[in-house]
């Protein structure tokens, strides 16, 4: 079945670690994209890819980076993780062709202590 | 740049009518999209429209006026599932990214 995965789905971790935040999907969709949210407060796009070695920042700066050396794969990487990264982070995937339709992750809770 | 606007929050009963209306401002118009999002969960697509007009999906129904830079989302038959945020989100024809606007609050009583 068609899906996407993120992992953990809840992380709750001390200042300073190294983090990656996991995104695979079996959509079988070249577009990939990370969003920021905060409880209650709009979607921000904080990087996008789309296909293998394509990566880019989205509009808000975030100090995470990511990957794509598959296609299936996109993951998130917080160097050292700060109280500021607590949020949610959405991966979705979106349909090559003339629509932009995106499809979203359960989601990873970030708390950073 | 672009400017979403939809409202904060809006109340409805059961069994009812509610309509989310969505303004945007944007260059390179390419299509609107509606997006449910429970509470501590993902948004889900609801509809897409690039064309004017009204778009219709069961109980919810989308419609688009470009000249206007408007659309609406229409629930009928309210149920107290529908309580969530009703996301309105851009997309452009020069950056094939969405821009969400920061989504209407809608709470359904009995």
């Known amino acids: 079945e068609a899906d996407i995965y993120q992992t953990p789905r809840y992380l709750v971790i001390g200042t300073g670690k190294k983090i990656t935040l996991e995104c695979s999907q079996t959509?079988?969709?070249?577009?990939m994209y990370w969003y920021q949210q905060d409880p209650g407060m709009e979607l921000h796009l904080i990087h996008y890819?789309?296909?293998?070695?394509?990566?880019e920042k989205g509009d808000l700066s975030s100090e995470s980076t990511v990957s794509r050396i598959r296609t299936e794969h996109f993951p998130l990487t917080l160097e050292s993780a700060r109280p500021s990264h607590t949020s949610q982070y959405l991966c979705?995937?979106?349909?090559?062709?003339?629509?932009?339709?995106?499809?979203f992750g359960p989601g990873t809770r970030l708390t950073v202590l | 740049g672009q400017n979403i606007d939809q409202p904060t929050e809006m109340t409805a009963t059961e069994g009812a009518i509610v309509q989310i209306n969505c303004t945007y401002q944007t260059s390179g118009f390419n299509g609107l999209f509606w997006y449910q999002q429970h509470a501590g969960e993902a948004p889900t697509f609801l509809s897409y429209?690039?064309?004017?007009g009204l778009e219709e999906k069961g109980r919810f129904s989308s419609f688009l006026s470009r000249s206007k830079g408007y659309s609406y989302l229409l629930l009928k038959e309210l149920q107290m599932k529908d309580s969530a945020s009703y996301l309105c989100a851009v997309s452009r024809s020069s950056a094939r990214q969405l821009t969400f606007g920061s989504g209407t609050q809608l709470t359904v009583l009995p």
């Open positions: 429209n690039v064309l004017d």
């Open positions: 890819s789309y296909g293998v070695n394509s990566t």
């Open positions: 979705a995937t979106g349909t090559s062709g003339n629509t932009d339709t995106q499809y």
């Open positions: 959509m079988g969709h070249d577009k």
